[in-house]
Nanobody, 113 residues
Framework: QVQLVESGGGLVQPGGSLRLSCAASGSIASIRTMGWYRRAPGKQRELVASTSSFGTTDYAASVKGRFTISRDNAQNTVSLQMNSLQPEDTAVYYC???????WGQGTQVTVSS
C-alpha cells in the first residue's frame, strides 16, 4: 500500500503563490507516476499536473506557465509550486500515485481578496 499526505494549502490573494507538498510512504518503489488533481465546488475532479519516474511532466492547459510540479525521489515527495493564483484555482487539491492509484486526503486552496 501507498500512503500520501499533503500539506501547504491555505488562503492567498489573487496573484499570490503557494507551494503544496505530498509525502509518500509504504510501497513507494512501485510508484511510476505522481500527480496533483483538484476538485472545485460543483465541478468534477481534474488533473492539474503529473510527473513520471522518467521525469516527464504534464500540465492542464489552465495552469501551464503558472504551476510547476517537481519530484524528489530521494525524499519520496512531490511538490506543486503555484504562482499567479487566480480565484478559479480555488479547489481541494489531491495528491495521487500510480500504481496503485492512491490518493491523499486533500488540502484546501482558496484564492480570494
Amino acid at each position: 500500500q501507498v500512503q500520501l499526505v499533503e500539506s501547504g494549502g491555505g488562503l492567498v490573494q489573487p496573484g499570490g503563490s503557494l507551494r503544496l507538498s505530498c509525502a509518500a510512504s509504504g510501497s513507494i518503489a512501485s510508484i511510476r507516476t505522481m500527480g496533483w488533481y483538484r476538485r472545485a465546488p460543483g465541478k468534477q475532479r481534474e488533473l492539474v499536473a503529473s510527473t513520471s519516474s522518467f521525469g516527464t511532466t504534464d500540465y492542464a492547459a489552465s495552469v501551464k506557465g503558472r504551476f510547476t510540479i517537481s519530484r524528489d525521489n530521494a525524499q519520496n515527495t512531490v511538490s506543486l509550486q503555484m504562482n499567479s493564483l487566480q480565484p478559479e484555482d480555488t479547489a481541494v487539491y489531491y495528491c495521487n500515485a500510480v500504481p496503485p492509484g492512491a490518493w491523499g486526503q486533500g488540502t484546501q486552496v482558496t484564492v480570494s481578496s
